[in-house]
């Protein structure tokens, strides 16, 4: 058990859509993250949130909004998304932003489906 | 371009062989890490290695850290089906940049 849940698990939208995805730690982590992983491409960062503020973002289109209203949670808004933006989108966190020491613990995932 | 190439790709053996996967970069790495992720789960830390030519062991489970921190391999002794999931390595090269790998897709079968 990581400690760290996503919901929905499934989500099938279409392009005129606006969703929300939710993540949760239990850990008592400071550093959150969201990553998007599509088939045959590795594990892409898209988002890293450091004690609530947001210090990384790798290029991601504005049609995704990420909230960290608390060091415990995580959202990623949805709005007008793409056919190609079907991907399993994964949460992470850990203690701290030193992602090549510190243990990463993710959640299970949310399946999108984008019509 | 692709930071850090994983081979083979898919990979599916019958219950009890060996096999090794590997973690290829052009890059220097200052460390290295391997996750196992299994169908419907997030990925999950296995191991990370930081000095060159480290070897660590987990069970069944050998990994090795290149000597010029450029590769690092995964070796399986006698696979369970259990073992079955997706291996991603995962890296911060010298510019501070952390990245994931292709993954190796494991199956094996009883």
């Known amino acids: ?115 | 371009t692709q930071l850090l190439e994983q081979s083979p790709q898919f990979l599916s053996i019958q219950e009890g062989e060996n096999l090794t996967v590997y973690c290829n970069s052009s890059s220097v790495f200052s460390s290295l890490q391997w996750y196992r992720q299994e169908p419907g789960e997030g990925p999950v830390l296995l191991v990370t290695v930081v000095t060159g030519g480290e070897v660590k062991k987990l069970k069944r489970l050998t990994f090795q850290f290149g000597d010029a921190r450029k590769d690092s391999s995964l070796h399986i002794t006698a696979a369970q089906p259990g073992d079955t999931g997706l291996y991603l390595c995962a890296g911060e090269n010298t510019g501070n940049q952390f990245y994931f790998g292709t993954g190796t897709s494991l199956t094996v079968i009883p």
Do not use: I
Request: aromatic share 10%.
């Open chain 1, 1 to 115: 058990e990581t400690g760290v849940t996503q919901t929905p698990r499934h989500l099938v939208m279409g392009m005129t859509n606006k969703k929300s995805l939710k993540c949760e730690q239990h850990l008592g982590h400071n550093a959150m993250y969201w990553y998007k992983q599509s088939a045959k491409k590795p594990l892409e960062l898209m988002f890293v949130y450091n004690f609530k503020e947001q210090t990384e973002n790798n290029s991601v289109p504005s049609r995704f909004s990420p909230e960290c209203p608390n060091s415990s949670h995580l959202f990623l808004h949805l709005h007008t998304l793409q056919p190609e933006d079907s991907a399993l989108y994964l949460c992470a966190s850990s203690q701290d932003d030193y992602r090549s020491t510190d243990t990463q613990y993710f959640g299970p995932g949310t399946r999108l489906t984008v019509l």
